[in-house]
Nanobody
Framework: QVQLVESGGGSAQAGGSLRLSCVASGFKYRPTGIGWYRQAPGKKRELVATVWSGRPNYGDSVKGRLIISRDNTKDMVYLQMNSPKPEDTAVYYC????????????WGQGIQVTVSA
């Protein structure tokens, strides 16, 4: 069974730090891309950061502040949130996709991140 399980969310103070983790399991083929999206109340889900074919890609609102990294030996992806802002408050979703063996696109259940001023 394919699963993406997020962890590390919770509350943080603005200017602090937080690290999100996502572990991927059950994939027959390693995802080509994996990363993070987020959805704040009343807003559309948006790109945070992804790694696709080894290359990071960041949403405009997080460039220079959040850092994505992938550890293929552990089938994990991380999101380091340095100096988070209250506007980073959202549910963060892990996503993995690929095309080897047939197109696939999977989402985790999401994890809440709340940043207070």
């Amino acid at each position: 069974q394919v699963q993406l399980v997020e962890s590390g969310g919770g509350s943080a103070q603005a200017g602090g730090s937080l690290r999100l983790s996502c572990v991927a399991s059950g994939f027959k083929y390693r995802p080509t891309g994996i990363g993070w999206y987020r959805q704040a109340p009343g807003k559309k889900r948006e790109l945070v950061a992804t790694v696709w074919s080894g290359r990071p890609n960041y949403g405009d609102s997080v460039k220079g502040r959040l850092i994505i990294s992938r550890d293929n030996t552990k089938d994990m992806v991380y999101l380091q949130m340095n100096s988070p802002k209250p506007e980073d408050t959202a549910v963060y979703y892990c996503k993995a996709w690929g095309s080897v063996g047939g197109n696939f696109d999977e989402w985790g259940q999401g994890i809440q991140v709340t940043v207070s001023a």
